[in-house]
């Protein structure tokens, strides 16, 4: 099994999680962060590392649920996740 949560439904949850403000503060939030720090880094990825809660763990969520339902139907299953997608789905399961 190859799977990763679509982009499309990522954007679905979280644009229906969160409200036009929470938006604008995250955003302003991560250019603040961003011009402390002395290395570049992407919006994107900065995005992601402060807000994880809200970007990645619907993720990480949907992949546990995809490998819990392919683990019923067999016994055994090989799994190769992410490094920042390790210790979330070992919690979630």
């Not at 649920?65 to 392919?70: C, D, F, G, K, Y």
Request: charged share 15%.
């Amino acid at each position: 099994i190859l799977g990763d949560m679509p982009e499309i439904l990522l954007r679905q949850i979280v644009g229906n999680s969160l409200s036009l403000e929470d938006v604008k503060d995250i955003f302003k939030y991560v250019l603040e962060q961003i011009s402390k720090t002395e290395v570049p880094v992407t919006m994107s990825a900065a995005t992601t590392q402060y807000f994880s809660h809200i970007f990645q763990m619907p993720r990480d969520l949907y992949m546990t649920a995809l490998l819990r339902n392919t683990m019923q139907a067999s016994n055994t299953c090989a799994a190769f996740v992410g490094n920042v997608h390790w210790a979330p789905v070992q919690n979630y399961w």
